[in-house]
């Protein structure tokens, strides 16, 4: 079904080859997940597999990819699409239309299907799938699980031989990725081939039947899954790989209080087009930790993290700190966030010149230092935008922890990193502790379990709770401290 010969490639503004001498066949009805460290050439399969390489991204490429005995290099784009549907780490970089409903008719209609026939698809997609809410709904209002639905429900009711997913579960929760993993079985058992780019394994332990794992553009294993699932966990580590056994409790670390004080968010509501999307009339919170806003897709995370950054216009609330009262352009001067993609915020000619971007005083030795804890030295004099997703990830990290803001808001900041640079971002996140307020938007159970001393959960725009780790009590006995929303 699907044969690499011999196949490399190089990014035109790289020497080194995004995969280099690969040679491999995915037979017909196969799941196959690919994974390794950020920056080993998984996403660079996936594109040679759907033909965004070489036809939209360019550069140097040897060997032959055939699809169906279609040859992606030579087949034109839509001749590939009709064979194989693609799902992007952020989906909203392959929607056409405004609203859901277009968008699962917009691939059926492209390839001139009759409008019974797309209205017989859409129906069984959104029954298949449960996905009849989202249904007539603007895809700007949605959530980024809501949208990462509809990217698989437009790719399902173009009933393609084979399915490609980079990164699907990177900024989805928990219940989202169960939702998830539904429609790949669904696709896996009417016998389509499936290849999952990924860095969260668990959810796909039952799903797919092979994995291989690359290096520096090179495949380092190709094993059955059941062969997988019994390497130990100091064996996944040595490949960057996260656990195929993953804890997935949120359960921030165990901290002495800082006693710093609290500050209080007042009126923190919040709605689009009348639908409430946040609504919060007072909360406590306290100063100096690092805090995990949690929930399900569509919980309100995001709208949180934009009012307290000051970004959303309209946003009447406010923060109150040491009796000072922060309303939106306030914040906008003493907040920085990293956003869920990190691409609408990198805009320098090189790594070094876009961390240092936000110094009051530019310090390219302290940027060195920061730049080598995550990764990222080498990188320094390289355009931001040559990067690998991970890698861009970990730069607009950087940048936030040099800008100098009292309030530093990370959006998941994990999305797309290998369990090495996972830990790398979860250290430094912690570092900042009782030297500002950061706020991490989430749903990666081990970065919170690295460096997160409170996790706020949010359901339908209200604060549920917020759970923090105070240490230990004078008796020795482990304590949480809960603070109830008003």
Not at 105 to 124: C, H, Q, T, V, W
Not at 187 to 206: C, F, M, N, P, S
Not at 328 to 355: I, P, R, T, W
Request: hydrophobic share 35%.
């Amino acid at each position: 079904m699907i044969k690499f010969e011999n196949v490399s490639f190089n990014y035109p503004d790289s020497d080194d080859a995004s995969v280099e001498n690969i040679t491999l066949e995915i037979k017909k009805g196969e799941a196959v997940l690919l994974c390794g460290e950020s920056g080993c050439g998984k996403t660079t399969l996936v594109r040679m597999i759907n033909g965004l390489i070489p036809h939209f991204y360019e550069g140097r490429m040897n060997g032959h990819v055939y699809v169906n005995e279609t040859d992606t290099i030579q087949a034109e784009l839509y001749e590939t699409a009709k064979i194989v549907g693609s799902v992007f780490q952020n989906p909203r970089s392959q929607f056409f239309c405004v609203d859901s409903t277009s968008e699962l008719a917009f691939g059926p209609e492209n390839m001139g299907i009759s409008e019974k026939e797309i209205l017989a698809r859409i129906d069984k997609t959104v029954s298949s799938m449960n996905i009849r809410p989202l249904m007539n709904r603007s895809i700007f209002d949605m959530s980024g699980g809501e949208k990462q639905k509809i990217a698989c429900a437009s790719v399902d009711t173009l009933n393609p031989e084979v399915c490609v997913l980079d990164e699907p579960s990177s900024n989805l929760s928990l219940e989202a990725i169960d939702d998830l993993k539904d429609t790949l079985d669904c696709w896996k058992k009417e016998g389509r081939t499936i290849v999952v780019a990924e860095h969260r394994l668990y959810w796909l332990k039952d799903i797919c039947d092979r994995v291989i794992c690359l290096k520096n553009g090179k495949i380092v294993f190709d094993m059955t899954m059941d062969e997988f699932k019994n390497l130990s966990e100091s064996e996944l580590r040595s490949h960057g790989l996260r656990s195929v056994n993953e804890n997935l409790e949120m359960t921030p670390v165990k901290e002495s209080p800082l006693d710093a004080g609290n500050m209080i968010l007042e009126n923190f509501s919040y709605s689009y087009r009348g639908f409430d999307a946040l609504d919060i009339k007072r909360q406590e919170i306290p100063r100096g930790e690092v805090i995990a806003i949690v929930g399900h897709n569509g919980a309100g995370k995001s709208t949180f993290s934009k009012c307290v950054c000051g970004l959303m216009k309209s946003f009447k609330g406010y923060i109150e700190i040491d009796g000072k009262k922060y309303k939106s352009g306030k914040l906008l001067k003493n907040a920085y966030m990293v956003m869920q993609d990190v691409n609408h915020q990198l805009f320098c000619e090189s790594v070094m010149d876009e961390v240092t971007l936000g110094m009051d005083d530019e310090n390219e030795e302290i940027a060195l230092e920061v730049l080598e804890k995550l990764g990222l030295k080498e990188f320094a004099d390289r355009h931001p935008m040559s990067l690998s997703g991970g890698q861009k990830q970990r730069v607009a990290v950087a940048s936030a922890v040099l800008s100098e803001k009292e309030i530093i808001l990370f959006d998941e900041p994990t999305s797309g990193l290998d369990f090495y640079n996972m830990e790398k971002v979860a250290e430094l996140i912690r570092s900042l502790r009782g030297n500002k307020t950061v706020f991490v938007v989430t749903h990666d159970p081990d970065l919170i379990r690295r460096c997160a001393t409170v996790v706020l959960r949010l359901e339908k725009g209200h604060v549920a709770d917020i759970k923090i780790s105070g240490g230990n009590s004078k008796d020795g006995k482990e304590k949480e401290r809960y603070f109830a929303a008003v």
